[in-house]
C-alpha cells in the first residue's frame, strides 16, 4: 500500500533520514555505482554539509534525498514519512509541502519582481493570495531584502537573487531543505553572507538542512560535515571550530 503525506503541522519536523542507500547508473553492459551505502541523518534545526570532489556522489545523494530519483535499495524518511512505495502523484505532495530546493543557480522568472518570485510558490499549492504575499514579504524581509521586493532579477545582484532563490524554498515552510552549491557563483565574502543566512534560518525555523558544496571555506558555520567519495559517506564529523 502506498504512504500518504500526513497534513502539514500535524507533528513537529522529524529531519531527513537516508538509510542503506544504493543508487546505480546504467553503464554500457554494467552499472555504474553513484551511491553505496549510504546512511545519513539530518536532525530537524541542523546544517549537515555533504562534501566531496566532482563525481564523488554529491549530487546523487541530493536528488535522492529530495526523491527526484528512486534509490535501487535504502529507504528515504522526510519529516517522518517513508517514501519507499510512493506513488508519483504522492512524491510530488511532498515535495511540494515538506521540501525545499535551493538550485545552484536561482533560476528566478525575469517577468516577475522579487515578492512574486516567492508568492508563485504559494500559488502552486492553492494558498490565498493576501495570504501569499504577506508570507512572501514577510521572507523576504528574513533574508533581508524587503526594500527589494519589488525589484526584478536583472535589477539584483548575484547575491540578492541567491537570497530570492532561499526564501521562494521556504515558502511552504518545508521541513527538509536541500541546497545545491549555492556560493559557486559568489565572491567570497558573498558566498559567506548567503551560507550564513542559510544557517541562521535553519537554527531559527527549524528545517533539517543539507549543503551540498566543493568548498570547505566556510564549513565552521554548519553543525556537521559529511565526506562523500567514490559513492560512499566516509566519515561525518563536527565542522571546524568557528573563529
Known amino acids: 500500500m502506498n504512504a500518504s503525506v500526513p497534513p502539514a503541522g500535524t507533528r513537529p519536523s ?3 533520514a537516508l538509510t542503506g542507500v544504493t543508487l546505480t547508473y546504467p553503464d554500457g553492459a554494467a552499472r555504474l555505482t553513484a551511491l553505496d551505502d549510504v546512511s545519513l541523518t539530518v536532525p530537524a534545526g541542523s546544517v549537515t554539509a555533504v562534501v566531496g570532489p566532482s563525481g564523488s556522489g554529491k549530487s546523487s545523494l541530493l536528488a535522492v534525498a529530495a526523491t527526484l530519483i528512486a534509490p535501487d535499495r535504502g529507504r528515504v524518511v522526510i ?3 517513508d517514501t519507499a512505495g510512493m506513488g508519483r502523484a504522492e512524491l510530488t505532495a511532498l515535495r511540494r509541502t515538506r521540501v525545499g ?4 543557480q536561482p533560476n528566478l522568472l525575469p517577468s516577475l519582481t522579487a515578492v512574486e518570485q516567492v508568492q508563485v510558490m504559494a500559488h502552486l499549492d ?8 504577506e508570507r512572501a514579504l514577510e521572507l523576504l524581509d528574513a533574508v533581508g531584502l524587503a526594500d527589494q521586493a519589488g525589484r526584478r532579477p536583472h535589477q539584483l545582484s548575484g547575491g540578492q537573487r541567491q537570497r530570492v532563490n ?10 527538509v531543505l536541500l541546497v545545491d552549491e549555492p556560493t559557486s557563483a559568489l565572491d567570497h565574502e558573498r558566498g559567506a553572507a548567503v551560507l550564513d543566512l542559510i544557517t541562521t534560518l535553519t537554527h531559527r525555523r527549524g528545517t533539517a538542512t543539507v549543503l551540498v558544496t566543493h568548498d570547505r571555506a566556510h564549513l565552521e558555520a554548519v553543525d556537521a560535515v559529511a565526506d562523500v567519495r567514490d559513492g560512499r559517506l566516509s566519515s561525518r564529523r563536527s565542522p571546524l571550530p568557528r573563529r
Open 14 to 16: 522529524a529531519g531527513l
Open 101 to 104: 530546493m535551493v538550485f545552484q
Open 126 to 133: 492553492g494558498k490565498p493570495v493576501r495570504a501569499a504575499r
Open 166 to 175: 532561499i526564501a521562494r524554498a521556504l515558502m511552504n515552510e518545508p521541513a
Open 79 to 81: 519529516d517522518g514519512t
